[in-house]
């Protein structure tokens, strides 16, 4: 059965002056032209018998939509994990609307999709117990997107001209940590690793422990990390002996920032 963001190689069975027919894994499936490559581009339209790399965008349509935009296929891909996650871990009955546009105005940068989608679903909230998830315009700095952006900059750049050891992968030019969770406790923080050159969707989740100068890589979206963390998955030496610390049913309970800061 399909399902929303699964990817697909399809093959062209039809072109319409609507879009594309073609077969995915023994389902059909089409692709109006605006989700097509070629519809502001230079590639050629597709023709009978080609093959086609596309993504499943709304799985509930008869026949099902895809998407070929090498852009969405990347934002499907990173919002994978949101779903399973929702599912071990269910949000509240009614989201939020954030103010996403200003927040990434602030940092200078557009935020992931599966983190848009995150903090829309949750709220800000506390994960497996311990673990933050940082939101635009929490009345609480310390949860705050934003302000940690800011705070974190200064204490870096103070500890890097102190000579603390950087990461190696701060020694590419122009990159940059945005912090996104914190551990409460411990006080680790998980950062993205910013590239310019690089989409949202495709940045590296850093973790640098509370107290010492280590850090961790972990090449995944943000949504992906707290899957693996709530499922007991995780390969992150800091969440490997979660079970010892966190209640078994505050692993998949959810608690809003709403609730813990009274608003």
Excluded at 38 to 64: F, Q, Y
Excluded at 229 to 252: H, K, L
């Amino acid at each position: 059965m399909l399902a929303d963001h699964q990817e697909y190689d399809v093959v062209v069975t039809a072109v319409t002056r609507a879009g594309i027919a073609f077969h995915a894994d023994g389902h059909g499936g089409f692709i109006d032209w605006i989700r097509h490559p070629s519809w502001r581009s230079n590639t050629p339209r597709a023709a009978v018998g080609d093959r086609t790399h596309a993504v499943v965008l709304d799985a509930t349509r008869t026949p099902p939509r895809f998407n070929a935009l090498p852009s969405d296929i990347r934002t499907a891909r990173s919002l994978h994990h949101t779903k399973p996650l929702t599912r071990l871990c269910p949000p509240p009955s009614h989201g939020r609307t954030v103010d996403r546009a200003t927040a990434e105005e602030s940092l200078g940068t557009a935020l992931p999709a599966d983190y848009k989608r995150l903090v829309e679903q949750y709220d800000g909230r506390l994960f497996v117990g311990i673990h933050w998830l940082l939101e635009p315009g929490c009345p609480d700095a310390l949860y705050d997107l934003v302000a940690q952006t800011a705070e974190h900059e200064e204490i870096l750049t103070k500890l890097w001209e102190a000579s603390e050891d950087k990461p190696s992968e701060l020694h590419e030019n122009d990159v940059r940590l945005v912090p996104w969770g914190y551990v409460e406790g411990a006080g680790h923080f998980l950062y993205w690793l910013v590239r310019p050159d690089a989409e949202p969707e495709e940045w590296t989740v850093l973790l640098n422990e509370g107290r010492d100068p280590f850090w961790e890589a972990h090449p995944m979206s943000c949504s992906q990390f707290l899957l693996e963390v709530v499922a007991g998955t995780t390969t992150s030496f800091y969440f490997t002996g979660i079970n010892d610390i966190v209640d078994p049913e505050d692993r998949t309970r959810f608690i809003p920032n709403s609730q813990i800061l009274k608003r």
